[in-house]
């Protein structure tokens, strides 16, 4: 499809994700990684790479990545190693980042996403390496020096390498939001891109279609919105097919795409490339995750979106869309289930309430679920007030907003607006006995044939009940007096 | 006082016959009437070993003392000390003050309980970087030996050796990365012990070659060099490499009897390239051994040859990583006036390190460029095994290995400055171990034209205790260990 776009020409893109791992401490210091503190304030000597501090691995992020593995259907290496990856740049201390080279802890993985047209692709995952974050180099207001910030030097992450099976910009963001609400679902990653806890470089090349070997690519880095990623590619996909058309080569380079303008623009090309003289870290072990720690992990996986999905049709009786949106964050979905747990009341009625009225809320708002100005308990609540008759579906709206805007629960709500439901009989027939004797025309009507005017006299029941009378008993009262 | 040996001094102490003041200032004084003429110490921490001092005395009179508390003793400065500087012998970190000490240095110099309670004197001279064999790339200035003070006392750890020798310490921390302890102990009349890799913590201790570097002690006697060690082992969680396992008694094994000892005799140890002199004595080591009841052996250790062509891959190697933090940027010697961050580096690396260590970044990064490391870094890793497999291959026949420590006595300063290979073949019997991670030690077992020559014990994986014992024992029979160099008595 979108390849179509191209004129014969195909896009081969392989994705790098950086996503940060979301532990109390670094990966090799004791350090906190609290996003946000005072330059420099959460940066211990390990980080500051005195002279002779040495690393020592924290557990949990092994732990993380071995999850993340899992949950791609990826192999876990049953003995990998850390590696020293050299460069001079004043944010990384040691002169060399920790990373995984030859033998990463994940390997072999895969990813499906949906593609627009319904189908399913599957994306294959190289590897995941565990290795350290880098600090930051601030070069505005320093006038004319550059500020070093180290609180982000030894962060954990995971560099998630795909294989280059995508062929469009859209894929490419399928798949990396694909990536990024499992890494949040699993509690590895807090997901948040404007902080940089999940940033991406794009390798990308064009061949003409169906031809054997891949082209030269270039290496768009750290794009961290999903937008820019589409973007950046798109850029580059044109970029690379005009320069050969017209009869140019492209350069093996990393390039930098620049938001403002979308495109990209050579940072280096490969002959500057540094020679990272990678070898194994002798202040570290290799790390051996036997099958037995393996099996621990996966037992304690969450249950993945995929899964939740089919789960939420089939015992809920939901439609795909609502399963889809309502197992869009782990958090949504448990709130969703609390709902109808605590309620008791229709599970699609919930889902309606949840993914229309709340996510509505949420959204002007501008909260997340987990600032949700209604609990689930709360929700629930107003949906047992539904069930039980108390007040009508109609009537809940006006309830509803009432707890969004902060007035307190369902109960104090209907309490304090009297808006408990009319379904006392005789006071129902006061008011129908009243609305006749006002409009005679009506009735007259009515009863000459035109049915279409029921609706009139229920309105006006409502109304004269200020909407609190029982709908299905006006109905059922109004067809009997109606009919003389 | 300073011919006292470590029981001795802790009995002394204990007894009231001296105090810990006492003893420090003792020391304190013959480091400044004597080490113009050495050059063992960077940095004298006279204040606070002073109040060191003190807090042992007190602690002595409360009975809240352990057997090191109040015995002085002076630091390798490759370890950081809180609070005082930590140069590695490089003016890359001349004014640098770590904000935490070397566990190695919280064992010894904590307060008893946590630690041995023992006085720092001061911080020992040492060859840049512990990159040398004879003391002379220290910024600070050569070392000089006390048995002839035109020669070298050896390195890297010149300094530590230089100031016990002289009786400017009693006992003194060093490191070995080929044969940092044993060679120089070897050429000043010392025994010294560099333990079985993972023994003692590295933490803090400024790295060299990472799969190399072991902490060690070097003193004048086993029995002294037992004290110590036991007081600095064990296992560190802030080291990956150090080993969970218990410290065994090294001071409780020393008076074992050594009857039915194997001892294995290196056939490469004793071929050409070992100088007569310390043939004849080593060979009359031997004998002493046999008559205190040990069987001796010929063995082969096949690999032997590869120790210096695998160390000069797999040491620089790791030192042009290790070394690669020293940029300028954070802490350390940084160039003025640079233009460019590639200038910073540049000029802060070139004036900040000596020529040795400038030497060995760029054989390492060499070794390790793409295109090249599987040529030099992986080849050297295998035959590293080869040289590991040959040990244990040994030491299924033999408790322990002995051969010569050097090529020969202390040379003379300068003679080897113009040939970095002729200096490297001084580590030539000592390297093995490092590349092995097995314990080695070296003793002295006479004296050649009046300079002293030592043996080397090499040892299966913690078998310190046993090797110390067996040392011991020799010591017991033997006075060269004894002997004082003329002009510091």
């Given at each position: 499809m979108a390849n179509d776009l191209h004129h014969g020409w195909e896009a081969v893109i392989g994705l790098e994700v950086h996503c940060q791992l979301m532990?109390?401490?670094?990966i090799f210091s004791g350090a906190a990684i609290q996003y946000?503190?005072?330059?420099?304030?959460?940066?211990?000597a390990v980080d500051l790479a005195l002279p002779g501090v040495l690393p020592v691995l924290n557990e949990d992020a092994v732990k993380k990545a071995v999850t993340f593995g899992l949950s791609v259907d990826a192999k876990i290496a049953e003995r990998c190693v850390f590696a020293r990856k050299h460069y001079f740049y004043p944010d990384l201390p040691k002169g060399y980042q920790i990373s995984q080279y030859?033998?990463?802890?994940?390997?072999?993985g895969h990813l499906d996403i949906e593609l627009e047209n319904g189908t399913t692709k599957t994306i294959g995952i190289t590897r995941a390496h565990l290795e350290e974050d880098a600090g930051k180099s601030m070069h505005e207001n320093f006038s004319g020096a550059t500020g070093i910030d180290l609180?982000?030097?030894?962060?954990p992450l995971i560099e998630i390498v795909s294989e280059p099976d995508i062929r469009s910009a859209a894929e490419a963001v399928a798949y990396l939001k694909k990536l990024h609400q499992l890494v949040v679902y699993l509690g590895?990653?807090?997901?948040?891109m404007q902080e940089g806890s999940f940033r991406c470089d794009a390798n990308v090349s064009v061949r003409k279609v169906g031809a054997p070997k891949f082209g030269t690519r270039t290496e768009t880095k750290n794009v961290n919105s999903f937008r820019y990623v589409e973007k950046a590619i798109e850029y580059e996909i044109s970029r690379q097919i005009e320069v050969i058309e017209s009869g140019g080569t492209i350069r093996q380079e990393t390039r930098l795409f620049n938001p403002d303008t979308g495109e990209t623009r050579a940072m280096r090309s490969k002959e500057d490339a540094?020679?990272?003289?990678?070898?194994?870290?002798?202040?570290l072990l290799p790390v051996v995750c036997t099958q037995d720690y393996i099996d621990a992990i996966r037992g304690s996986l969450p249950e993945l979106p995929e899964a939740k999905r089919a789960r939420f049709e089939k015992?809920?009786?939901?439609?795909p869309y609502d399963a889809k949106t309502l197992t869009s964050s782990r958090e949504l979905a448990a709130y969703y289930e609390a709902v109808v747990k605590d309620s008791g009341a229709d599970a699609k009625l919930c889902a309606n309430w949840v993914s229309t009225d709340l996510l509505a809320v949420l959204n002007k708002q501008g909260k997340d679920i987990n600032e949700s100005p209604i609990s689930a308990a709360a929700l629930a609540g107003l949906l047992q007030r539904i069930a039980d008759k108390t007040i009508s579906g109609k009537i809940a709206k006006e309830v509803f907003e009432a707890m969004a805007a902060g007035e307190g629960g369902a109960d104090d709500i209907i309490k304090a607006k009297g808006l408990v439901q009319i379904t006392d009989e005789s006071a129902i027939i006061r008011a129908i006995d009243d609305v006749m004797v006002k409009s005679p025309e009506q009735v007259a009507g009515y009863r000459a044939g035109?049915?279409?005017?029921f609706g009139f006299f229920v309105g006006q029941v409502m109304k004269a009940t200020q909407g609190k009378a029982n709908p299905d008993a006006v109905n059922r009262l109004l067809k009997d007096k109606l009919a003389g | 006082m300073h011919t006292l040996s470590i029981s001795e001094l802790a009995e002394g102490l204990r007894a009231r016959r001296f105090s810990s003041r006492e003893l420090t200032q003792h020391y304190l004084d013959r480091i400044a009437a004597h080490d113009r003429a050495l050059?063992?110490?960077?940095?004298?921490t006279a204040e606070q070993a002073l109040l060191q001092a003190d807090a042992a005395d007190a602690a002595l009179a409360a009975d809240?003392?352990?057997?090191?508390?109040g015995i002085p003793l002076a630091q390798k400065d490759i370890f950081c000390t809180q609070g005082v500087r930590t140069t590695c012998g490089s003016k890359m970190l001349a004014t640098f003050v770590a904000p935490y000490n070397a566990t190695l240095v919280d064992k010894l110099?904590?307060?008893?309980?946590?630690?041995?309670g023992m006085v720092m004197l001061g911080k020992a001279n040492m060859d840049e970087f512990a990159m040398?064999?004879?003391?002379?790339?220290s910024f600070y200035g050569p070392v000089k030996n006390p048995?002839?003070?035109?020669?070298v006392p050896g390195g890297s750890s010149g300094g530590s050796v230089a100031a016990v020798a002289a009786g400017l310490a009693p006992v003194a921390t060093a490191t070995d990365t080929g044969g940092s302890i044993r060679q120089p102990a070897s050429l000043t009349n010392l025994t010294g012990i560099k333990p079985?890799?993972?023994?003692?913590?590295?933490?803090?201790?400024?790295?060299?070659a990472s799969s190399l570097d072991q902490a060690g002690v070097v003193a004048r006697s086993a029995a002294d060099a037992a004290y110590v060690l036991q007081a600095m082992s064990g296992f560190d969680?802030?080291?990956?490499?150090?080993?969970?396992r218990p410290v065994d008694d090294y001071v409780g094994a020393?008076?074992?009897?050594?009857?039915?000892l194997k001892i294995g005799l290196p056939k490469e140890y004793f071929a050409?390239?070992?100088d007569a002199g310390s043939r004849g004595l080593i060979e009359a080591a031997i004998k002493q051994f046999e008559s205190l009841g040990a069987s001796v052996q010929e063995i082969s250790l096949?690999?032997?040859?590869?120790s210096v062509p695998t160390y000069y891959v797999v040491a620089p190697a790791e030192a042009s990583s290790n070394l690669a933090?020293?940029?300028?940027?954070?802490?350390?010697h940084r160039a003025e006036g640079a233009k460019t961050l590639e200038e910073l580096y540049k000029r802060s690396r070139g004036e900040g390190f000596g020529a040795e260590v400038q030497r060995r970044i760029m054989i390492g990064t060499y070794v390790l460029s793409h295109g090249y490391y599987d040529a030099y870094y992986l080849k050297a890793q295998k035959v590293r095994r080869l040289i590991y497999e040959d040990f244990k291959r040994a030491f299924e026949k033999v408790d322990l290995v002995l051969g010569p420590?050097?090529?020969?006595a202390a040379f003379k300063l300068g003679?080897?400055?113009?040939?970095p290979v002729e200096m490297y073949l001084n580590d030539i019997y000592t390297i093995a171990a490092n590349l092995a991670g097995i314990p080695a030690m070296s003793l002295p077992c006479g004296f050649v034209d009046g300079l002293p020559v030592g043996m080397q014990l090499m040892g299966n994986f913690f078998d310190e205790a046993r090797m110390l014992n067996v040392a011991h024992q020799y010591q017991q029979a033997t006075d060269f260990h004894k002997q004082f160099p003329q002009g510091f008595k």
């Open positions: 532990t109390h401490s670094k946000g503190a005072e330059p420099n304030t959460q940066a211990c030859e033998l990463p802890i994940v390997y072999e609180n982000r030097a030894g962060t590895v990653c807090d997901g948040n540094n020679d990272y003289r990678y070898f194994p870290d002798p202040d015992d809920f009786g939901l439609s035109k049915d279409k005017l | 050059n063992s110490y960077v940095t004298i809240n003392a352990g057997p090191l508390t110099q904590a307060a008893a309980p946590q630690g041995a040398g064999s004879s003391n002379e790339t048995w002839d003070l035109e020669r079985t890799y993972g023994r003692v913590s590295r933490y803090g201790m400024i790295a060299f969680p802030r080291d990956s490499t150090s080993v969970d020393l008076n074992s009897p050594i009857k039915g050409e390239g070992l096949p690999s032997s040859p590869l933090r020293f940029d300028g940027v954070r802490y350390g420590t050097a090529t020969g003679s080897k400055t113009d040939n």
